[in-house]
């Protein structure tokens, strides 16, 4: 059974820094690019960033670059998402997502399994 | 390029409602689109992926197509029920500026 589990979000002031984490299991992680998305109060979905399964390619939203970077470990089936110069508008909740496309073979760029998701908020 | 999604969209139980997801520039047929269900407090599930595929669990009263004449894609619901009332986002990806796209959701109200 895939499971992505996140953890790291908590209230922080703006300006401030924090570390997302994502454990994951049931896949072969290093096989698939991992992706960050979140989701402020009542508003929609936001891709935030991607790493492909060998960590060699990284991107970003426009909205993040430079603020945020995201990293993985493959030894230790982990995702993570530093963001620092944190924004009142960064308050969302955060979700970790699995690629659905075995080393972007199709170029879909899917998502096939979602966590649960962290909050992070900013607020002073 | 920006993806657009009706804001809402009702239909009754039973009927067949179709949410449309308009690309602004380049050809609706250059990527693959997806469409995923998100109900209140819970995170998005895949309900079409690669432009008209079904994921396993997925019933097939859930279909999706691209028109590159209108160049959008459509997500259609038949026989609705109740359980499928949640919000729908579109999604693809930019080749150009290697980003994901999202649109910016539908709220559909059987």
């Known amino acids: 059974e895939v499971r992505l589990v996140e953890s790291g979000g908590v209230v922080v002031q703006p300006g401030g820094s924090l570390r997302l984490s994502c454990a994951a299991s049931g896949f072969n992680f290093d096989d698939y690019t991992m992706h960050w998305v979140r989701q402020a109060p009542g ?15 990284l991107n970003y939203a426009d909205s993040v670059k430079g603020r945020f970077t995201i990293s993985r470990d493959n030894s230790k089936n982990s995702l993570s998402l530093q963001m620092n110069s944190l924004r009142i508008e960064d308050t ?12 972007d ?13 962290t909050q992070v908020t900013v607020s002073s | 390029f920006i993806l657009t999604q009706p804001h ?39 309900v ?3 432009d008209d595929q079904r994921p396993s ?12 004449s209108s160049n959008s894609a459509s997500l259609t619901i038949s026989g ?11 999604q693809s990806f930019d080749n150009r500026n290697h980003e994901v796209v999202f649109g910016g959701g539908t709220k559909l109200t059987v």
Do not use: M
Not at chain 2, 29 to 43: D, E, H, L
Not at chain 2, 57 to 66: A, K, Y
Not at chain 2, 80 to 90: G, S
């Open chain 2, 8 to 46: 809402s969209v009702s239909e009754s139980p039973g009927k067949t409602v179709t949410i449309s997801c308009t690309r602004s520039s380049g050809s609706i047929a250059n990527n693959y689109v997806q469409w995923y269900q998100q109900r209140p407090g819970s995170a998005p599930t895949v």
């Open chain 1, 92 to 103: 969302a909740l955060y979700y970790c997502a699995k690629s659905g496309d075995y080393y």
């Open chain 1, 43 to 57: 508003k929609g979905l936001e891709w935030v960033s991607l790493i492909k399964w060998d960590g060699g390619s």
């Open chain 2, 57 to 68: 669990g997925v019933p097939d009263r859930f279909s999706g197509s691209v028109d590159s």
């Open chain 2, 80 to 90: 609705l029920k109740t359980e499928d009332e949640a919000d729908y986002y579109c």
């Open chain 1, 105 to 117: 073979r199709s170029g879909s760029h899917y998502f096939d399994y979602w966590g649960q998701g």
């Open chain 2, 48 to 50: 079409i992926y690669e």
